[in-house]
């Protein structure tokens, strides 16, 4: 990576979960423009490439991803080496997932039939070929949740390992849903145009800034600018669930990382997640989590 005046901030972590499977996360606060450079081009045999990607902050020119944006790529690829370029002012955060076909195949057994037909076509052929498969969606709350948990699990050793294989399996089946149950999707949902959906994500980002202490849903919409009908069937078009739905996912993940990470008491995690009842915080965390908080805490310290 190239950066000239070296004040940028972050990381790029690549992680083997097993042979065929890899995960990279890439995390930086840029200053100035970064150059992320894969060295020069040059030709190498023809494979078979298969990606999901999942853009949580920032933009990515190079692919033309937004915000809360995700795509699967399936090609063929005769050549390696490249330069990306991320544009400064910006926190990016992504998270790639790449796998090679032959254990993709494997891990969805007969569901791969319910997979688009060029998708499989390029999955399945043993020769190069020209043609590429993308397909580009917004990230659903459930998504978001699956990452939020894999870049902050609480587990060290061999439970850490399996967890986050299997969170990235998790991840893989989510995003793959939509694309098995219908033809590549449009990013604008019927009744919602382009700026609506990206009042939307505004409105999702500003719900995540204050999770202690969220604005009401007229006053959410008021700061996005929608009216709250249009606010509430976006949320359901887009993250497939309500604005209430959304905020008290990520309000528990939250919550679930202060128990881990944390000595706040129960009460303490309650109210900084701006419960002021500690009974209804401890039904809402075993709804989603299937276990209270203390018993969550004390599974970690077993």
């Known amino acids: 990576m190239i950066d000239a005046s070296g004040k940028s901030q972050g990381y790029r972590q690549s992680v083997n979960l097993r042979p065929g499977l890899n995960v990279l996360i890439d995390d930086y606060t840029l200053q100035d423009d970064l150059v992320v450079d894969y060295g020069e081009e040059a030709p190498c045999t023809p494979h078979q490439y298969l990606e999901l990607s999942f853009m949580l902050s920032g933009h990515n020119h190079h692919e033309g991803v937004q915000p809360y944006h995700s795509f699967i790529l399936a090609m063929w690829r005769d050549s390696f080496g490249s330069q990306v370029q991320w544009r400064a002012d910006q926190h990016i955060l992504k998270f790639d997932i790449h796998i090679k076909p032959a254990l993709f195949e494997a891990l969805v057994g007969e569901q791969f039939d319910t997979l688009p037909p060029l998708f499989r076509q390029i999955i399945q052929q043993s020769y190069p070929s020209q043609e590429w498969f993308v397909h580009l969606q917004p990230m659903t709350a459930a998504m978001q949740s699956a990452i939020h948990q894999i870049l902050h699990c609480p587990y060290q050793g061999l439970t850490r390992w399996l967890y986050l294989e299997s969170k990235v399996l998790e991840l893989i089946a989510l995003r793959l849903d939509p694309m098995s149950q219908h033809p590549p999707a449009a990013l604008v949902k019927p009744g919602l145009r382009s700026e609506d959906i990206d009042r939307i994500y505004y409105a999702s980002t500003l719900l995540l800034q204050r999770l202690d202490n969220p604005p009401s849903l007229v006053e959410l919409a008021q700061l996005v600018g929608l009216n709250d009908y249009k606010l ?40 900084a997640m701006g ?25 970690l310290r077993r």
């Open 232 to 271: 509430k069937q976006g949320f359901r078009h887009v993250f497939g669930t309500t604005v209430f739905g959304y905020l008290q996912t990520h309000r528990m993940e939250q919550a679930k990382q202060l128990l881990a990470q944390s000595t706040l008491k129960i009460a303490g995690v309650a109210q």
């Open 275 to 299: 419960y002021a009842n500690q009974g209804y915080f401890c039904r809402m965390f075993k709804q989603q989590f299937g276990m209270t908080p203390r018993h969550y805490r004390n599974s």
